[in-house]
């Protein structure tokens, strides 16, 4: 049974949350990330389904929606892991190998679009591949 669009909003909403932890991890969000992000989202996210919100777009586009309120909010991000991971284990079939490697390209695109890993990007990409690992 295809998820709700209800269900994919969802998801992508958490996908940007998600998304702006690993950019803001270092405490600064770069222009080069944001970018990035915008890219992976137009060219992958985007084309990946086809649910809508309730305004006729591409649901997909909730991870910049949520992303762009979160930057201009300096929004906390230490509850996005713990609430991706309580998705995912919610919601598993979402999650196929397709959209697994989605996840983890546009997190490392993130890191990668502005000097490389640091400790703390490699921690939260670290507990990152562990959520997304498949659930027996």
Same mark, same amino acid.
């Given at each position: 049974m295809k998820?709700?669009?209800q ?9 940007g949350?998600? %998304?702006?932890s690993i950019?803001?991890i270092? *405490?600064?969000? +770069? !222009?080069e990330?944001?970018e990035q992000l915008?890219?992976?989202v137009k060219t992958?996210?985007?084309p990946?389904?086809?649910a ?12 910049e929606?949520i992303?762009?309120?979160?930057l201009?909010n300096?929004?906390? %991000?230490e509850?996005a892991i713990p609430d991706? *991971?309580i998705? +995912? !284990?919610e ?10 490697i ?7 695109a ?12 490699h921690?939260i990409?670290?507990?990152l591949k562990?959520?997304l690992?498949?659930?027996?």
């Amino acid at each position: 049974m295809k998820p709700s669009d209800q269900t994919m909003i969802h998801f992508y909403q958490l996908l940007g949350k998600l %998304f702006y932890s690993i950019a803001s991890i270092d *405490k600064t969000v +770069r !222009k080069e990330e944001i970018e990035q992000l915008k890219k992976i989202v137009k060219t992958e996210w985007i084309p990946l389904e086809n649910a809508l919100n309730e305004f006729g777009d591409d649901a997909a586009y909730q991870i910049e929606i949520i992303f762009d309120w979160l930057l201009e909010n300096e929004w906390d %991000f230490e509850q996005a892991i713990p609430d991706f *991971k309580i998705f +995912r !284990k919610e919601h598993e079939r979402l999650f196929t190998p397709e959209v697994r490697i989605l996840i983890l390209k546009t997190a490392i695109a993130i890191i990668a679009a502005f000097s490389g890993e640091n400790k703390s990007e490699h921690i939260i990409i670290s507990q990152l591949k562990s959520i997304l690992q498949p659930l027996n």
